[in-house]
């Protein structure tokens, strides 16, 4: 009678672990299941009023005709204050996000979101590298390099042989993306451009202390086909730089 006893609650346990173990296991797919679940709403347009990087996925606040929301995408560089296309997704209520340690009263997960000429991921798959984030070229600049630096043509030329290592090259600012995957975007043109290639994307987690229209000189690594996800791909881009005004030609 005592090993009978023994052995049911032995059983009890295993299966009270068991269940734990399922429970558990639930939890931490819910998420994956969720941005695996086919979008079934109707495409539409809202603006993104924050964006904040959790690893795997990015958090947005979106303003839709005045409906103001939180949705989860994929991880990707997100700039504040776009139009984007999204299709909606499915609503959770009281979501929590361990690596932002806070809870949501509501996100909505969308797995179809990209900029406001197509919203679809086959879209962005398929669209120009770093399009999105392109900017105009400046008429008329002409800035001298910096001592011991490369204009932004010699990159691009040169990208192979200087993937890798430090560059210093001085350019006017053109454009400024703060906070996008805990990181700042910079673009400059210096007036020199090669095959087409006239824009130098650099990025920093320094704070900025400068704007659009300075002429500043940036210190960093060159990366060559770096490939963000979404898109998000460039020939030649400038990562973790410092930099400093007035240097010396």
């Known amino acids: 009678m005592r090993i009978s006893i023994i052995i049911s ?45 959790a690893g795997t ?43 932002l340690g806070t809870t949501f009263d509501s996100v909505m997960f969308i797995q179809d979101f990209g900029n406001e000429n197509g919203g679809h991921k086959d879209n962005l798959a398929k669209s120009v590298p770093h399009d999105h984030t392109k900017t105009s070229v400046q008429a008329g600049l002409k800035v001298e390099p910096a001592k011991n630096g490369i204009t932004i043509a010699g990159i691009f030329s040169n990208k192979k042989m200087l993937e890798g290592t430090k560059v210093v090259v001085r350019g006017q600012v053109v454009k400024i993306s703060q906070n996008i995957m805990k990181r700042h975007w910079i673009h400059i043109q210096d007036g020199t451009e090669s095959e087409g290639s006239y824009d130098l994307t650099i990025t920093s987690t320094l704070p900025v202390d400068f704007a659009v229209g300075d002429i500043v000189t940036f210190t960093g ?16 881009i400038l990562e973790d730089a410092t930099w400093q005004f007035n240097t010396s030609l």
């Open 221 to 236: 690594t060159l990366s060559v086909d770096k490939d963000f996800g979404s898109g998000y791909q460039y020939d030649a």
């Open 9 to 53: 609650l032995v059983a009890i346990m295993l299966a009270s672990c068991n269940e734990g173990i399922d429970k558990s296991k639930q939890k931490s797919e819910k998420l994956d299941e969720i941005m695996n679940t086919l979008a079934s709403g109707n495409q539409r347009k809202a603006k993104v009023l924050e964006a904040t990087d």
């Open 57 to 99: 996925y990015t958090y947005v606040k979106l303003d839709d005709n005045g409906k103001i929301f939180w949705a989860a995408i994929t991880a990707r560089p997100i700039e504040v204050g776009q139009l984007y296309s999204y299709v909606e997704g499915m609503m959770v209520k009281d979501f929590e996000s361990k690596q």
